[in-house]
């Protein structure tokens, strides 16, 4: 069983940076990409940024130039440096992971149960 674990989400003030980290554990034989989305109350949950290969990184165009996603692949974490934080940032931040068990040749779409970031002054 494969399971992601969110930390470092908070309260921060407008301007101000968070760091958010996603640590993927269990039978892991490989991970493909991870990411991160957020869902902000009553709107749909988005992609924010995705990492492959611990190297090639994507961007939603509201987070470019201020938030920065990077991968441990020593340690299966994923982490979201977050930058010159806005109100409208505030959203539960999930992780995901495309991960390939042990044991099975399937890969498996995994999510992790959420960290919560508020901007606000």
């Known amino acids: 069983q494969v399971q992601l674990v969110e930390s470092g989400g908070g309260l921060v003030q407008p301007g101000g940076s968070l760091r958010l980290s996603c640590a993927a554990s269990g039978t892991i034989f490989s991970i493909r990409s991870m990411a991160w989305y957020r869902q902000a109350p009553g709107k749909q949950r988005e992609l924010v940024a995705t990492?492959?290969?611990?190297?090639?990184?994507n961007y939603a165009d509201s987070v470019k130039g201020r938030f920065t996603v990077a991968s441990d692949n020593a340690k299966n974490t994923m982490y979201l440096q977050m930058n010159s934080l806005k109100p409208e940032d505030t959203a539960v931040y999930y992780c995901?992971?495309?991960?390939?068990?042990?044991?099975?040749?399937?890969?498996?779409?995994?999510w992790g149960q959420g960290t919560q970031v508020t901007v606000s002054s």
């Open positions: 990492i492959m290969s611990g190297a090639l990184t």
């Open positions: 995901n992971a495309i991960v390939r068990p042990e044991a099975t040749p399937r890969w498996g779409n995994y």
